[in-house]
C-alpha cells in the first residue's frame, strides 16, 4: 500500500513540474488545468513576514510579535508597512514572497514550505547567543483553492507546524513533531480559503546547522467517508504460536462527520473464529480522533493476517460498517518482538521485548533501553541496537515512552510507559508460557542514548532505589541547557524564576547527589555536534563534586550514532558488571544527600520516601548521616522544606535505620515493623511527630499524582475527560482531544457540562474549559482562585486576598483537586480570546514550564509570560505559595 502511494506522489510531481513550477498565484488559481477538475490546491506564491526572535518552547506561552499589530489574521500581506523585530536589519522586516511547489491532484495538496533568510547574519548572532540565535518566528501567509464551487471536508496534516489559522480559525496543537495522528478535520469553503502558518524555527527539531532552514509540511486530504480508521496506526503485539503477545492492540479512527459517532462493536475476524474486541463503545465527536482499544488476549490460531470489522452508528440511528485488513508479525520465544500494554492512562502502548537466553538458571535482570528522539522503538535503528550482544543475560526492554519522541522526554508521561513497559514483562510471560529464567523485577539497569540518555538521568535520579545502574549514553542533562533560553521575551525576574521551578524537576544537573552509590557509566563522542560532549563532562564534574565516582568514556572524534553505541566494549562491561548485582543487598553510605524535586515520580533513596514538600517553590533537600551505636542503626536526618516523609519498608538496606533523629530535635523515632511505613510528620512550630490522623490523604491535601507543576495532570489513570461548558468553545475541546492524541498519544473522551458529575465518577484526570462563570465549582470548599462575575479572587493568606479585574482578552489555567489523587485542570477564558490564549498552555511540548495556575491577560499574545497576571504554585494544602507572582 505504501509504495502505491509513494508511485503515485512521484507522477503527480512530475506532472506537476511542467504546469505549476512557474506559475504565479493566479496562474495556479485560474489557469492550471489540474484545479479546473474539482482538485484542491495549496498555492505556490505565498507572503512571509520574518524572521522575529523565539525563545526556545516559548510559542506555548503566545509571544507572537504580529498580535502586537492586531494579529496575523487581521493582517493583509500586500501593505508596505515595517514590522519591528530585534533580528532584522533597521529593527524591522517588511512582507515578503515566496514560491513552493504544491503537488495537485484531485482528493489532496501538499505543499513543502522551506523557508530560510539568508540577508541575516545567522553567524555572527551564532557567536554570541549560540543555537538560540538559530531559532526564530515567522508567518506565512497563502491560502488553498478548493475548485468545483462546494464546501469539502479536508483533513489537515500540519507537518512540523504548532500553530495555524484555517480562514478564521485558528489552531494551536498542529502536529509539531510530524506524528502525523490526529489531523486537523477543516470545511474548506468554494474557491479560495486562507491559511496562515506560524513557523516555528526549533533547534532539537530542525537541527542546529548554521543556515537555519525552517522547513514545514502542509497536506489536505479530501475526506472519503464520515469514519476513517488510520490503517497505518494498527497497533498489534507480534504471534507466537498462533497467539498475541500482548492483551490489547489498538488503531485510530477519525470522525470526519459533523455528527457525533458511536463505534459500537469491533470484532476481529481470523479465518477460523470471530470475537468481539471492543470492551466499551466509544464516542467521537465531530472532528475528533480517537484511538480504539481492542483486547484481544482470547484469539487463538492466528496465522497471518486479521480482518477488523468497525460497526458504528450515526445519530439518525443508522449503521454503518468498515472493514480492513492487518497483517501479523510471527515470532519467537528468542526473537525481538512487539509486545503491548496499557499505559497507565489507559491507551495502548508497545516495547519491543528481546528474552534472555532460555537456558540461564536464575532470575535475570532487566536492561531498560530509552530511545533517542525521533526514534521508532520498533524501527530499524532500535531493533538493532543490541545485535552485537545476542547472548546478554537480560531482558532488554525499549519502550516507545508513547510516541517517537518519548513523549514528553521521558519525563512525566514517558516515565509512565517505561514503568508500565517493564512490568508487562510479567504478563508477556504468561501469554507466551515461557519457561526459561524469571526476570528481577526489583532493580532494573537503565541505560540510553541521546533523549534516552536525559531519561536515564531522569530515571536513576528519580528512582535511585530501583536502579542496578545507569549508562547514560551522548545524553544532554536538561532542556535548558541544550538549546539555551536566551531569546525569550523579557519578563519580571519573579516570572521568569517560576518557569524555572515549575521546569527544575527535569534539571538534572540540580540532582546529582541523588545518583551516590549507584554505578554510572558515561559515554560520549568528542564530536558530538547535536549533543554537545560538554554535556556529560559536565554531569562527570557535578557527580565528582557530590563525591561520586562515575566510569567515564568519551569516545575520540566519534559524533553523536554510530553502530554499535549502545553495545561498545565499555558499555558491555559496564551491563555484565551489574546485571549481575541484582541479589546484592546495598548499604547505605556514612554521610549521603538527597534532593526531591516536586515530583510523584520522586522514589525512595535508600528507602526514605518524601511524601510533601512544606513548599512547591523550592527542591527539598535532606542530608543522611549513619551511625552505628552498638548493634543499633541510628540515622540523623537534617531536612530542608520536607514536610512528610516515611521509610518504605521494601527497600533492603544491610544498614537500614532503626532510630532517627530529625533536624535539631533530640527525640529519637524508634523505626519498628509497624511504625516503618508510617509517616513523620513537621508542623508549623518546626516538631517532627508521628503523623496521628488515621489516613492523611484527604481532598484538601496535595499528594501522590497530584505532585508536580501543570504537567501533573498528565499523571491520569483512566481516560482524560475533556469537559467543555461553553458550547460555542466545541473547537477548542476537539482541539485539546487532538493535542493529547498528537503529543502523547493519550485518549480523551469530550463531553458536555451536563455529565461533568458522570466524569466524575470515572477514573481519568479532568479538563474543564469554559468561559466566564460556567465552570463547575471545586470540590474542596476552601480553594484559593475563583472567578466572579467582574472579578477572579485569589486567596492568598489566611486573610488576604488578590482582586484581579476582568478585561478582555483573559484567560488562565489552574490544577484543582479531585478524590482519589485525581486531577483537574481548568481552562478558563474571561472571552473567546481568553480562552484561545489559556488552552495554549495545556501540555504539549516539554520545557515550557508552565506552574500550578496561570493568569494571562491580553498582552500575554505578543508579550509571553511577560504577561502573565498572575501565577505560582500550589501547596501541600492546596494554598498559593508564598512566592508565586501575585499583582
Ligand atoms: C480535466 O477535465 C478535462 C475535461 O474532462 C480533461 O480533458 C482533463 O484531462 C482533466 N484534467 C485532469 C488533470 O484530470
Ligand atoms: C492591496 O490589495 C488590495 C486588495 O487586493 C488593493 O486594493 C490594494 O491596492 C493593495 N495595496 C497595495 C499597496 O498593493
Ligand atoms: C535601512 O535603512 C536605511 C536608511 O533608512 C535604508 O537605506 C535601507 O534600505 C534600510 N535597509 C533595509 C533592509 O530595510
Ligand atoms: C453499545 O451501543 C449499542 C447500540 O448503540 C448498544 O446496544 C450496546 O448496549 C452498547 N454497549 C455498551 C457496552 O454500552
Ligand atoms: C486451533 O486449532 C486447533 C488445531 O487445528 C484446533 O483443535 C482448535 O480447536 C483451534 N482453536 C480455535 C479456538 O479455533
Ligand atoms: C526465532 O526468530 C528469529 C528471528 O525471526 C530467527 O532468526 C530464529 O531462527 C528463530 N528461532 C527459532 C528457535 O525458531
Ligand atoms: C520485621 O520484618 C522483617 C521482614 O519482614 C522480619 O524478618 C522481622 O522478623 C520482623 N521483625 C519483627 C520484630 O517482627
Ligand atoms: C450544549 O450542547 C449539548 C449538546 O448539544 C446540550 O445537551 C447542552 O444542553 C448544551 N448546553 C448549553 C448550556 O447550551
Same mark, same amino acid.
Given at each position: 500500500?505504501?509504495? +502505491? ?13 511542467? #504546469? ?152 494551536? %496543537? ?49 475526506? +472519503? ?107 519467537? #520465544? ?76 521521558? #519525563? ?36 540510553? #542514548? ?74 560520549? %563522542? ?30 575520540? %572524534? ?243 486576598? +488578590? ?44 520545557? +515550557? ?17 511577560? %504577561? ?20
Amino acid at each position: 500500500m505504501g509504495l +502505491a502511494i509513494l508511485s503515485t506522489v512521484l507522477t503527480i510531481i512530475l506532472f506537476c513540474r511542467a #504546469h505549476i513550477v512557474e506559475a504565479t498565484l493566479q496562474e495556479v488559481i485560474h489557469n492550471n488545468a489540474l484545479i479546473n477538475n474539482g482538485s484542491i490546491a495549496f498555492l505556490d506564491k505565498w507572503s512571509i513576514l520574518g524572521p522575529f526572535r523565539i525563545g526556545t518552547r516559548e510559542a506555548v506561552w503566545g509571544a507572537d510579535p504580529i498580535e502586537r499589530y492586531g494579529g496575523i489574521f487581521q493582517l493583509d500581506d500586500n501593505d508596505t508597512a515595517a514590522y519591528h523585530s530585534p533580528l532584522a536589519r533597521n529593527a524591522t522586516v517588511r512582507w515578503n514572497s515566496r514560491t513552493f511547489r504544491p503537488i495537485v491532484s484531485e482528493a489532496s495538496t501538499t505543499v513543502d514550505l522551506v523557508v530560510d533568510f539568508s540577508e541575516i547574519d545567522w553567524d555572527i548572532a551564532q557567536k554570541i547567543y549560540g543555537w538560540s540565535a538559530l531559532q526564530y518566528q515567522a508567518w506565512l501567509k497563502g491560502g488553498v483553492w478548493n475548485d468545483g464551487g462546494t464546501s469539502r471536508r479536508v483533513s489537515i496534516y500540519p507537518e512540523g507546524i504548532l500553530e495555524l489559522w484555517l480562514n478564521n480559525k485558528h489552531i494551536f %496543537g498542529g502536529d509539531f513533531y510530524s506524528f502525523g495522528r490526529a489531523p486537523i478535520v477543516f470545511e474548506l469553503a468554494p474557491g479560495f480559503n486562507v491559511v496562515n502558518v506560524r513557523l516555528i524555527r526549533d533547534v532539537r527539531s530542525m537541527g542546529g546547522s548554521s543556515s537555519p532552514t525552517a522547513h514545514v509540511l502542509l497536506r489536505a486530504e479530501v475526506v +472519503a467517508a464520515d469514519l476513517d480508521v488510520d490503517h497505518d496506526s494498527i497497533l498489534l503485539p507480534d504471534v507466537i504460536a498462533g497467539r498475541f503477545v500482548g492483551r490489547y492492540g489498538s488503531v485510530i479512527v477519525r470522525n470526519q462527520a459533523t455528527v457525533w459517532i458511536n463505534i459500537n462493536r469491533v470484532r476481529v475476524i481470523t479465518d477460523e473464529q470471530s470475537a468481539v474486541v471492543l470492551e466499551q463503545n466509544l464516542t467521537i465527536s465531530p472532528g475528533q480522533s480517537r484511538p480504539v482499544r481492542m483486547r484481544i488476549d482470547n484469539l487463538r490460531n492466528l496465522t497471518k493476517s486479521i480482518k477488523l470489522v468497525f460497526d458504528y452508528e450515526l445519530p439518525d440511528a443508522s449503521s454503518h460498517r468498515i472493514v480492513c485488513e492487518a497483517q501479523l508479525r510471527p515470532a519467537n #520465544h528468542s526473537s525481538l518482538q512487539r509486545m503491548t500494554f496499557l499505559h497507565p492512562s489507559g491507551a495502548v502502548s508497545y516495547a519491543t521485548l528481546r528474552p534472555p537466553p532460555e537456558k540461564v538458571d536464575r532470575e535475570v535482570a532487566i536492561l531498560l533501553n530509552l530511545h533517542g528522539a525521533g526514534v521508532d522503538a520498533d524501527g530499524d535503528l532500535a531493533r538493532h541496537m543490541f545485535d552485537d550482544a545476542p547472548d546478554l543475560p537480560a531482558w532488554i526492554v525499549t519502550p516507545t515512552g508513547m510516541t517517537s519522541w518519548s513523549g514528553d522526554d521521558w #519525563h512525566t508521561w514517558g516515565f509512565a510507559d517505561a514503568l508500565a513497559a517493564v512490568e508487562a514483562i510479567l504478563d508477556w510471560i504468561d501469554l507466551v508460557e515461557w519457561q526459561g529464567p524469571d526476570p528481577y523485577t526489583s532493580k532494573i539497569l537503565v541505560a540510553g #542514548h541521546s533523549n534516552g540518555g536525559q531519561g536515564t538521568w531522569y530515571f536513576a535520579s528519580h528512582q535511585p532505589d530501583r536502579v542496578l545502574g545507569a549508562a547514560a549514553a551522548s545524553g544532554y542533562l536538561s532542556i535548558e541547557n541544550y538549546v539555551p533560553y536566551v531569546h525569550w521575551t523579557e519578563a519580571d525576574p519573579l516570572q521568569n524564576a517560576i518557569l524555572h521551578v515549575a521546569r527544575s524537576n527535569f534539571r538534572h544537573e540540580l540532582l546529582a547527589e541523588n545518583f551516590a552509590g549507584i554505578p554510572i557509566l558515561q559515554q560520549h %563522542g568528542s564530536s558530538d555536534d547535536n549533543v554537545p560532549v560538554y554535556h556529560s563532562r559536565l554531569m562527570n564534574t557535578l557527580l565528582y563534586q557530590s563525591g561520586i565516582a562515575a566510569k567515564y568514556s568519551e569516545m575520540p %572524534g566519534t559524533g553523536h550514532w554510530i553502530d554499535g553505541t549502545m553495545t561498545t566494549p565499555s558499555m558491555m562491561e559496564f551491563y555484565l558488571a551489574h546485571l549481575n548485582d541484582a541479589d546484592a543487598v546495598s548499604t547505605a553510605p556514612v554521610d549521603f544527600a538527597f534532593v526531591v524535586p516536586n515530583s510523584h515520580d520522586m522514589g525512595p533513596k535508600y528507602g526514605i520516601v518524601v511524601d510533601q514538600l512544606s513548599s512547591p517553590d523550592r527542591a527539598g533537600h535532606i542530608e543522611v548521616s549513619v551511625a552505628q551505636k552498638g548493634s543499633v542503626t541510628r540515622w540523623h536526618l537534617s531536612t530542608q522544606n520536607i514536610h512528610r516523609l516515611h521509610f518504605d519498608p521494601g527497600v533492603q538496606i544491610s544498614n537500614s535505620p532503626v532510630e532517627v533523629m530529625l533536624d535539631d530535635m533530640a527525640h529519637v523515632f524508634h523505626l519498628t515493623n509497624k511504625t516503618r511505613s508510617r509517616s513523620l510528620v513537621q508542623t508549623e512550630a518546626n516538631i517532627w511527630a508521628w503523623e496521628v490522623a488515621l489516613d492523611w490523604r484527604q481532598l484538601d491535601k496535595r499528594y501522590g499524582r497530584q505532585r508536580g507543576a501543570l504537567d501533573a495532570i498528565l499523571r491520569s489513570e483512566g481516560v482524560f475527560e475533556v469537559v467543555l461548558c461553553s458550547n460555542t468553545s466545541f473547537h477548542l475541546a476537539v482541539q485539546a482531544s487532538r493535542n493529547f492524541l498528537q503529543y502523547f498519544g493519550a485518549d480523551s473522551n469530550i463531553i458536555y457540562r451536563e455529565e461533568y458529575a458522570e466524569a466524575l465518577t470515572r477514573r481519568g484526570n479532568i479538563v474543564t474549559i469554559g468561559l466566564g462563570r460556567t465552570i463547575p465549582r471545586c470540590a474542596m470548599p476552601r480553594f484559593p482562585i475563583s472567578v466572579e462575575h467582574d472579578r477572579l479572587l485569589l486567596t492568598t493568606g489566611s486573610s488576604k486576598t +488578590a482582586s484581579i479585574p476582568l478585561r478582555p482578552g483573559m484567560g488562565g489555567v489552574w490544577l484543582r483537586p479531585l478524590p482519589q489523587e485525581r486531577l483537574e485542570l481548568v481552562v478558563w477564558g474571561h472571552d473567546e480570546a481568553g480562552l484561545q490564549q489559556a488552552i495554549r498552555l495545556i501540555p504539549t511540548l516539554t520545557g +515550557a514550564g508552565q506552574p500550578d495556575f496561570v493568569i494571562l491577560g491580553n498582552e500575554a499574545r505578543w508579550k509571553g509570560v511577560g %504577561g502573565a497576571v498572575a501565577m505560582g504554585f500550589l501547596d501541600r494544602d492546596w494554598r498559593i505559595s508564598s512566592a508565586s507572582y501575585i499583582p
